[in-house]
């Protein structure tokens, strides 16, 4: 069964920081790779998504993710953290032209404090 | 506004109370999900619809659960006798229907039961 792992439970940094966020999904096959945010009191919402071609992709809000093919992995990054970016953030896979349901880690909180 | 839109916000029901919400998913999506989230956890997958037909259905939909889609426009998810585990928040997805589509997330209905 398709599962994602994400490494960081509870990031803190300080306003200006970097932020990378670890991704690991477990599907040998053709997958379709997402990240959302979840602001405080709103709804999931697409950072980014990979769906083919460059493996760098660049998503809202300065965010980018690289697909790393060998090593499953989707990693989550941005250069510079506003506290504006205190949320939660999952990663999420699912199997193009299928039911096209997403599996979901378990969520990475991010706590930017100014 | 014209994105999912979710039925009540929050409900605080007894134990064996039966409990009813409703996603209204993006017009032009065919496509729809229930998802819950406990948490600390992931949104993990319950049911999948397209159009009016239930496609699939998670080994979490245990048999107090049932969904419908009677026009394959809103959806409806039910919960018979409820139980102090079902308390989560469930969410609902719409998208359209293709290999490599994103889903749109309703804001959730928040489940209490006491």
Partial sequence: AQSVS?????VILSEAASLELGCNYSYGGTVNLFWY??????????????FSGDPLV??????EAEFIKSKFSFNLR???VQWS???EYFCAVNRPYNTDKLIFGTGTRLQVFP | DTGVSQNPRHKITK???????R????SEHNRLYWYRQTLGQGPEFLTYFQNEA???KSRLLSDRFSAERPKGSFSTLEIQRTEQGDSAMYLCASSRQGGNTEAFFGQGTRLTVV
């Avoid at chain 1, 994400?6 to 509870?10: G, S």
């Avoid at chain 1, 945010?37 to 990979?50: A, D, E, F, N, S």
């Avoid at chain 1, 660049?58 to 965010?63: H, L, P, Q, W």
């Fill in chain 1, 6 to 10: 994400q490494h960081n439970h509870h």
């Fill in chain 1, 37 to 50: 945010v979840q602001y405080p009191g709103q709804h999931l919402q697409l950072l980014l998504k990979y």
């Fill in chain 1, 58 to 63: 660049k998503g809202i809000k300065g965010f």
């Fill in chain 1, 78 to 80: 941005k250069p510079s």
């Fill in chain 1, 85 to 87: 970016d205190t949320a």
């Fill in chain 2, 15 to 21: 134990r064996g109370q039966n409990v009813t919400f």
């Fill in chain 2, 23 to 26: 996603c209204d998913p993006i």
């Fill in chain 2, 54 to 56: 239930q496609l699939e």
